[in-house]
């Protein structure tokens, strides 16, 4: 790790929290139609009593590490297991799958609030419906200017986040219509679990030196799925559609990947980045104005954008009441 992001560690570990489960079993099913999905900062699905089945677990590190620890690999991995088959299940007889996915510096008690929000302004069909609310460690600030420090590494979680939780999730999935809503950072988790991507040189380093994979040989299966993907707020840019980072090859994804649609927002302080530097340090430019758009378009076909401009706040429940949202909703939904 160079200096700099040695000194953001050390900011971040000072005003920050990670975003875990406060009970013991959060990977559960809500009736009559919700599914929950909680990962941990590497992509890990909290096991049932996850506390004391892996044994002492330390809240800043991840769940692999502590199992590796405690020689209980081979726990983590069997409940994992679990719960992919019990996702599997829960979605086998239903049309269409929701999935949430909540963007950075959120609590899982304000994710909450908001994926009911959704709820409440969709047209969910409880038997033919399934929700699935996604949960990862985006960090949470303790004071507002925390959340410029805690970017950085809440970057490098939300790619692991999709590559090696959301994926598995998708892969349990055949032949559904499925409709992934995200929020801010989400969009990465949301693309990451769609192909491999271009993660930073430091946090590759610093993640593998610890003994953690951090590139995926289990692609996303080819199950005959219908994926849109709609991302308000995406704080992405380019580089989250290269195949490298700084390199100008664009990945590939799925045929099954139907549609992206963005919203655009000049007016959003979050992906301005307050002073200006949504080009900088892990790009926002997706959502902030219609350059980064064109330029992707020009590559794939699948993208739409609706303008959000004069929204001057960017948390996810403003978002959700904007009545342009409702008309993006119901391009997809009857």
Known sequence: MNKFYFYIYMIVCSCATHNIPSSGNPNIQIPPNTTVAFVDLNGNFYPEK??????????????YLTAKKNNT????????????AKYHQNVLNKKRIFIFVHGYNNSAAKVKLNYDLLCAKINIDPIQDEVIEFYWDGLVSKDP???????????GNSQMAGE?????????????DIIIISHSRGASVVLSS???????????RNTEK?????????????????????MLAPAVGEVDFKKEKDTGSFRSFSSQLKKIHITINKNDPV?????????????????????????????????TVDNFDGQNNHSFNVYINNDKFEQMIKKYIP
């Open 50 to 63: 996850w506390e004391t089945q892996i044994g002492p677990y330390k809240k800043k590190s991840s769940l």
């Open 73 to 84: 690999i081979e726990t983590l991995t069997n409940f994992e297991n679990q719960n992919l």
């Open 145 to 155: 200017i925390g959340s410029g420090r805690i970017w950085f590494y809440a970057t």
């Open 164 to 176: 090696f939780g959301l994926r598995k999730i998708l892969n349990e999935i055949y032949d559904k």
């Open 194 to 204: 769609l192909s491999n991507p271009p993660y930073d040189d430091d946090f590759r």
């Open 210 to 230: 610890l003994g953690i994979t951090i590139d995926n040989k289990i692609p996303l299966a080819e199950n005959g799925n219908r994926i849109i993907s709609i």
């Open 271 to 303: 992906l301005k980045k307050f002073v200006g530097l949504k080009g900088k340090f892990n790009p926002t430019t997706l959502g902030f104005d219609i350059t980064a758009y064109n330029n992707l378009k020009s590559t794939y076909n699948f993208f």
